[in-house]
């Protein structure tokens, strides 16, 4: 069966002409005991594979998850989009080689079907295969979690610390290799997996899987030489998720109440469209517009973050008791005809309701607890350095078949994966 949404046609794969669709239905959703990780196929989404790998390594259960009903025609999924969990269903036929009888994109895994599936449900939510190429490695994290994304550059003098903490807390991590390597073992531009941070080794995964050549074992020192940054996707195992669709005025207040009924990690956020959306409508302009948000208790600003630029705009506070916050939303908007965001809340139990007005009180601020987590780059600032790292053309070349005539440590991978210049 087909799906009439999303049918098996050229349109649909995008500009690669080439390739045909063939059915995979009898294909298992999932097997047991996988000893295979999502591979990337010829399309420029090393953004998307990478952290899809990341959030498999430390958080299975939670791509599990994603899947709400499955038989041997369709599958439907669950997306966060924007901020707002959405239901994608799509049938089984794939972009298919038939030159080289392989599958076009992501690959099965151990003859399972699921990451060709949440990839082409991605595909299906923008229009074509083709306009899933190139993207952030946090916009996936959040589609696959609905939880928060922090950028940390190796350069900073605390990465040490940063990053061990980030592998005691196993939480998914993504890596971005620089524009520049000292040989071509490592891809440059590129978006890797982190599937281990322990006793000064980290472990990186490069979405191509090069067979035995897709892994590598780095000391602190040594991946702080290969790679720019990593993204760290603050996912915690039972976490509550709510979200609101606000439509506002520039720079109109926008009121919640937030009862947080058990301690533990907060998260308060404010969530702009994708410009994914407006790849097709240039006449509209759209833009990133700056946002506010503040966070209040009783009647004193706990938490506030302001950004120039941020698709993603969040505060965060580790609660040691029950309380009730105010949540104030604002956005300067630059758009004509876009002014619609969603706010979400995500941590252990709370409710969540819009209001028209704060209450403000004296309350007792001391024992409350304190801010974990700090929001780091607005997304202006990684736009422009992720600018910088594309000014090297490069060709998305897929090395395939190749004859291997010399021994392991002088085997080469692909210098970059061109179209997956992370953006």
């Known amino acids: 069966m087909i799906d009439q949404e999303f049918p098996p046609t050229i349109e649909n794969v995008g500009k690669k002409k080439n390739l045909s669709w063939k059915s995979f239905n009898d294909f298992p959703l999932f097997v047991e005991q996988s000893s295979q990780f999502p591979k990337q196929g010829k399309l420029g989404n090393c953004y998307w594979i990478a952290p899809l790998v990341a959030v498999y390594a430390a958080k299975p259960q939670q791509i599990q998850s994603l899947f709400q009903s499955h038989d041997s025609n369709f ?16 049938d089984h036929h794939f972009p298919f080689n038939e030159e080289k009888q392989k599958v076009a994109y992501s690959k099965l895994v151990d003859g399972a079907l699921w990451a060709m599936i949440l990839e082409k449900a991605w595909a299906k939510l923008y229009g074509s295969y083709q306009q899933i190429s190139a993207g952030f490695n946090r916009t996936t994290f959040k589609v696959l979690t609905g939880a928060p994304t922090n950028k940390f550059r190796t350069r900073d003098p605390n990465f040490k610390e940063i990053i061990y903490e980030i592998g005691a807390l196993r939480f998914p991590v993504g890596a971005n290799s620089k524009k520049q390597q000292m040989d071509n073992i490592f891809a440059t531009n590129h978006a890797y997996s982190i599937l281990k941070i322990e006793d000064n080794q980290i472990i990186v995964r490069n979405p191509w899987g090069l067979k035995n050549r897709d892994q590598h074992t780095l000391t602190l020192d040594e991946f702080k030489q290969r790679f720019a940054s990593i993204e760290c996707c603050y996912h915690f195992d039972g976490y509550q998720y709510q979200s609101e669709k606000v439509t506002s005025d520039v720079m109109e207040p926008v009121y919640f109440e937030i009862e947080i009924k058990t301690p533990g990690n907060y998260f308060f956020t404010i969530n702009q469209k994708n410009k994914r959306w407006f790849r097709n409508k240039p006449h509209l302009k759209y833009v990133i517009s700056p946002s506010q948000i503040q966070m209040i208790y009783g009647d004193t600003i706990m938490n506030q973050q302001n950004h120039q630029s941020n ?12 309380c009730k916050i105010y949540i104030i939303c604002q956005i300067d908007w630059q758009n004509i005809a876009i002014n619609e965001f969603i706010f979400n809340t995500y941590g252990p139990e709370f409710s969540q309701k819009r209001v028209q007005d704060i209450i403000k009180r004296n309350e007792d601020i001391n024992n409350l607890g304190q801010i974990q987590f700090v929001q780091r780059d607005s997304e202006k600032e990684q736009e422009e350095e992720e600018k910088l790292n594309q000014n090297q053309e490069v060709v998305f070349q897929q090395q395939e078949n190749a004859q291997i005539i010399s021994s392991l440590p002088q085997q080469r991978e692909r210098k970059s994966c061109g179209q997956c210049s992370i953006y």
């Open 75 to 90: 599958t439907t999924v669950r997306f966060c989009i924007d901020g707002d969990w959405q239901l994608i269903t799509v």
């Open 311 to 322: 698709k993603e705009l969040w505060i965060n506070w580790n609660f040691n008791r029950p």
